[in-house]
């Protein structure tokens, strides 16, 4: 008689997103481990298996840390008052996971307090020596990462899964002065509603983040498949990630990348190719005035990009004589029922000289401290 399988335990998890793109985050959460998440300001909430931890921490591309919670509590601002209600909470919780462990504690921390990070993380360290005295800390080799996130008067206390920034990109060995970080370029993608059956084009894509992120995304390919061993729960839970890899990747993705300097264009390239995702996306060298050239009339579904706005490098009057061509041009390669979605510092001037096109929708999201306007235009 075959024994019944147990059922493996869920927990309380938090991963951390952009501001602005929470909801993006959370979908993302439901699309890959088919868990059904709430959201607060930069902060998913959803219930998981530790298995089901793994496979977001490595699939993700949109979330920037993914966390097991131990407890949350709320404090009154203080760095004792942080220290009586962590204390009081971690009398109840099972801690016995860190016995003859080795462990760390790293605070992220948002608001105005009168402590610093690493206060915060020492004291947590301290508590935890408290509850549970058979543990030992170690800060070059940790067995566990204890992570305190701490938001205005709110804080969460538990397992950091990943021990790495998930926004960054091994991938990404070359620079573009304002280029958008790679994970707030995913978001961006998916917030434009990319689909594998999407033709996608960025006329101006720079070192193509917009472009390779949508081909992650099309061909199932984690940011992270040549650093499997990189996470932090390798060290607690030693996981094969290759099963999460695609098997097969369709012939059918459509996704282009034209920009006017050809050093961006190889830089593209290159990344690309360090991506795993070369054979996905293409990139060449083209001017707006020539995408007409590059791209058939009414073929394009879906147009993002990151476009220029008046500042030092550019006049007003470079921008409106920009916009003025970028609009004819574009107008004449997407469908009619097609949708462009523009990410602008400033947008007076786009608004000013808008022609073949109307707004139909205004989004802020939040690159750090930076606020980008997302702009989603149709035909008109």
Not at 107 to 123: E, P, V
Not at 219 to 248: H, N, V
Not at 322 to 345: A, I, N, P, R
Request: glycine letters at 6%.
């Amino acid at each position: 008689m075959k024994k019944k399988q147990t059922k493996e335990e869920k927990h309380l998890a938090v991963a951390l997103s952009f501001r602005g793109f929470e909801t993006i985050g959370a979908q993302e959460v439901l699309h890959v481990i088919s868990e059904k998440a709430t959201t607060e300001k930069g902060l998913v909430f959803f219930s998981a298996t530790q298995k089901q931890l793994v496979k977001l921490s490595y699939l993700t591309q949109t979330l920037r840390g993914v966390h097991q919670i131990v407890t949350q509590g709320t404090f009154a601002g203080s760095l004792s008052s942080l220290q009586q209600t962590l204390s009081s909470l971690l009398v109840k919780k099972d801690l016995s996971f860190l016995r003859d462990k080795t462990f760390k504690v790293v605070c992220d921390r948002s608001g105005n307090h009168d402590f610093s990070s690493q206060d915060a993380a020492a004291l947590a360290g301290e508590c935890i020596l408290q509850h549970e005295k058979k543990t030992t800390v170690s800060l070059t080799n940790p067995l566990y990462i204890i992570s305190l996130l701490i938001q205005e008067n709110t804080f969460y206390f538990g397992i950091d899964f990943t021990g790495i920034d998930l926004s960054k990109r091994e991938y990404r060995i070359y620079s573009q002065q304002n280029a958008l970080n790679a994970a707030f370029a995913a978001n961006v993608a998916l917030y434009a509603g990319y689909t594998l059956k999407t033709v996608f084009v960025d006329p101006s894509c720079g070192i193509g983040l917009l472009c390779l992120e949508a081909g992650l995304y099309a061909t199932g390919t984690s940011p992270r498949f040549y650093q499997k061993d990189i996470f932090a729960f390798q060290k607690f839970l030693p996981s094969d990630l290759s099963c999460y890899d695609p098997k097969t990747i369709s012939k059918a993705i459509s996704i282009s990348g034209f920009d006017v300097h050809l050093r961006h264009v190889e830089a593209a390239k290159k990344h690309a190719k360090l991506a795993g995702i070369a054979k996905s996306v293409s990139f060449a060298r083209a001017d707006i005035e020539w995408i007409d050239t590059k791209v058939d009339e009414k073929s394009v579904d879906l147009i993002i990009t990151f476009v220029p706005s008046e500042g030092p490098s550019h006049t007003e009057k470079d921008i409106e004589t920009f916009f003025k061509e970028f609009f004819y041009q574009l107008e004449f390669v997407l469908k009619d029922s097609g949708k462009m979605v523009l990410l602008c510092h400033k947008t007076t001037t786009l608004k000013r000289v808008l022609d073949y096109f109307k707004i139909i929708e205004e989004h802020v999201a939040w690159q750090g401290e930076l606020p980008l306007t997302i702009l989603t235009l149709k035909k008109k």
